[in-house]
């Protein structure tokens, strides 16, 4: 049924709203590989159901994200691949290695201190179900209002905000006692735990000054240790809204939109 429509309404259908969608699909599966081939399959059955799609822009998202978030239900397992204790055990069994942050040029530490940050942030998200992830997601990554939130999510409002204040309890309660960009004095600071991150390849140098550019454009700069943003103070967020609104979007490939055409075209 793909093969119907023309290569014009795929690259209409596609291009518009692929960005945000592998947004989605990258958050809640935090694996880059899987995300590229579920994003071709929302594709495929949006195309098979186009009669289906809304008249206006604003609603095709939604209705994107609907089939997006009911792939992921039927695919994902029902508990979380990873939890607090994996991701503790990941980045704060080992002891501080603040050599490796002196030893780095500032763009090099800079860069290697704001993704250890996104990282680690979405892979708190990544301990929570997957529905609470997904309101979590759909809330403060999307940042969705709650009535479109909701509908993407294909249940009521009300169910919709029991998920999210959940998922809010659950992340706050990790990071309150932990993290630094909650609170400044916790224990679990980026620059310690750089050293770690790298050596257990949950963050990696790559080339002489830069890093992995997993979770942000290289077009983004890092502002400096909390990642406030340009002209901000560099100081903690503590609100966990104000740190997850900030994250950036992940770095797909540059011609993952054209390659999604292609493989849709030739279904």
Known sequence: ?????????????????????????????????????????????????????????????????????????????????????????????????????????DPMRDFLLWELKQGCMTSVVNCLPPGERAAFVVCHVLKLADDQAAKSLGITESAYKVRLSRARKKVGDYLAPRCEHVNPMNPCRCPARVGTALHKGFIRQVGPVGGEVSLRKPTIPPYGRYGTGEGNEDVPMRDIAAIYGGLPDPDPSADLAQRLVDQLANQ
Not at 14 to 26: I, S, T
Not at 29 to 39: C, F, H, N, P
Not at 61 to 74: K, P, S
Request: net charge negative; proline share 4%; hydrophobic share 45%.
């Open 1 to 105: 049924m793909v093969a119907k429509l023309e290569r014009a309404q795929l690259m209409g259908l596609v291009e518009p709203n692929w960005r945000r969608l592998y947004n989605f699909m990258f958050r809640l599966t935090l694996d880059r590989d899987r995300a590229e081939r579920y994003l071709v399959d929302v594709f495929s059955k949006a195309a098979a159901q186009i009669d289906q799609k809304p008249s206006a822009d604003g609603d095709v998202e939604i209705w994107l994200l609907g089939i997006a978030n009911q792939l992921l239900e039927d695919r994902l397992p029902r508990q979380p691949e990873i939890n607090f204790d994996i991701l503790d055990e990941t980045l704060r069994s080992e002891a501080t290695r603040t050599d490796v942050v002196r030893s780095l040029s």
